[in-house]
Every structure is written in C-alpha cells, then in structure tokens.
C-alpha cells in the first residue's frame, strides 16, 4: 500500500535524526559559505535558510549581517545549530516545520537559500511555490544541489536500489540538479536564471578510513544498516566502489570530487 504523506514526513524526519549529520555536514561547509556569497547576502536582509540542518548556510549568512531564520524539519538539527551558532556569536532564529508549508508570511525575505535541504521535500512544485511565495519580488531564491551525475548522485541512486520504493508523489531528489528541472519548477515566477557547477571535495587517509566514518554518521546510511540487516554490506561494498572509481589521489589516500549545481533564481 502506498505510504501516506504524513507517515512519509514521520519517516524523513526520524532518518535525518539518525547518526551525526551535525559532525559529517563539517565537510560540506564551504557549501554553505559560497552559496551566501553568490546570493549577495548584505547586512540588514532578512533571510530564510529553508532546510538548514546545523546550519551550513544559515551560521554564514548571520556572518554576512543577514537576519537569519534556520527551518528544519528536525528538533535535534536545530539544537545542534543553535548551539554551533552560538559557538560562532551569531544570532539566529531556528523554526522546525516542513519546507512544503512554510510558516511565514508573503514576502517577508530578501533571500531565501537551502543546501542539499530542499532537495530532500518530496513534492519538488510544492516547495518552490512556498520558497517564492515568502521572497519578495526582487528577491533571491538561491540552492545548491548534489548533481546527478556527481558522486554523490551515485551514491544516492544506489541507496535508493536498497529502499523501499518512493510513493508516486515523491520526486527524485536528484531531478534538483538539472537545470532544466528547475527552470520548470520556477516558471514565470523568475525573472532571471543563473547556475554554477562546483565540486565540494572530501579528503581522508584512504577510502575504507571515510567509509568508516561515513557510514556512522550519515543519517540515511545509519537508517539503511537498521533496516537490511546482513544486506547492509552489500550497499556498503557498492558505494565504497563508486568512491574507488572517483577517487583522484593515486597516493593510497582519498581526494573525492561531489559535484553540485548553485542555482541562483533572481524573482
Ligand atoms: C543533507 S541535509 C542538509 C542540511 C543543511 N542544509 C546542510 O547543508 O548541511 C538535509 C536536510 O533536509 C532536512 N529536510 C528533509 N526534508 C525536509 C522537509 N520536508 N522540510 C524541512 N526540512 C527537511 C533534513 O532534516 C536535513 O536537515
């Protein structure tokens, strides 16, 4: 039987509240920081951090003197943003709700941003319709997105072999890092399309080292060895392969390329 959207929102918030994405999203964090920069944060504007974890984007652009709200759907991502927050003397509004209704006003940020958040929110329209809903016109609505054809776009399509199959409402996450994907989603609701591909890279002593710390922390991967059981070290073997494949260090250490789209909507 089809999963319900509500038991579907239980069950994502119960899997990103798994392992320790607070700790593995350190790795992403110049993420976080370039997205700001490409949004034009200036002190001042409101901004909405749609999706934030621990606050990757969130905590940098407080930093740039924007009035910051961090919104998640997970009580514990906050906490631990908050706390990250404070660590950096940054003052932030954290607000846990569900990127699909968002519970602001019409037109109450200059910008609105999330990293690899707003990917994960099953009904793709839904989501855009609120992030444009709550940027004011002149505003900026500005993502980062791993790409499908990234390492981690592998890795998340051959986690997906090993789930349950995604109820027909559900989009693919990865369908966000296609350019064509989001032209469609925004509409006439832009005025203006900008996109950048970078690479995040991950360094670690070997693969089999960040294996072992990956798949301790990441929420889904946590999620995946509860479920399958002994199947666990199938999936584990098949992703540690897609890192050996892309791995650009010849020296027996790990420097892994993840690319993703920026894309900076200008409404
Ligand atoms: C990969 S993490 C990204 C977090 C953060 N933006 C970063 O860059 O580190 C995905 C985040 O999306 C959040 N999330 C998933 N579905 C959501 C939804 N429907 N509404 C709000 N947040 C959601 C998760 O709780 C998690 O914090």
Redesign the pocket.
């Known amino acids: 039987m089809a999963v319900r959207l509500d038991e579907f ?1 239980t069950r ?2 119960a899997v ?1 509240s798994e392992g320790d ?1 607070g700790g593995l ?1 350190e790795r ?1 964090a110049d ?2 920081e370039l997205l700001v920069e490409r949004a034009g944060i200036e002190p001042g504007m409101t901004v909405l ?6 606050g ?2 969130t905590i940098p652009a407080a930093r740039a003197g924007g009035r910051v709200t961090g ?4 009580p514990k ?1 906050l906490e631990e943003g908050r706390a990250k927050a404070e660590a950096a003397g940054v003052e932030i509004a954290w607000v846990e ?4 209704e968002l519970p602001f006003e019409d037109h109450s940020f200059d910008r609105v941003l ?4 707003h990917m ?3 009904r793709h329209q839904r989501v855009v319709d609120e992030m444009v809903r709550v940027c004011r016109g002149g505003g900026v609505v500005a993502t ?1 997105t791993w790409t499908p054809e990234g390492t981690v776009g592998d890795l998340l399509r051959t986690g997906g072999e090993y789930m349950p199959p995604p109820p027909d409402y559900a989009s693919s996450p990865l369908l966000w890092g296609s350019e064509e994907h989001v032209r469609e989603l925004f509409g006439p609701a832009a005025r203006e399309f900008e996109f950048e591909r970078h690479v995040n890279w991950i360094e670690a002593e070997s693969v089999d080292a960040w294996a072992d710390y990956f798949m301790e922390r990441f929420p889904t991967m946590v999620a995946a060895r509860a479920m399958l059981g002994e199947r666990f070290d199938e999936l584990r073997d098949k992703v540690i392969a897609i890192w050996r494949t892309a791995n650009e260090a010849d020296d027996g250490t790990m420097r892994l390329p993840q690319e993703y789209l920026l894309s900076i909507v200008r409404l």
């Open positions: 929102k994502q918030r990103w994405y999203s992403i993420v976080g951090d749609v999706a934030c974890g621990t990757n984007a919104f998640d759907l997970v991502l709700g569900d990127a699909e999330s990293t690899f958040g994960f929110a099953p980062a």
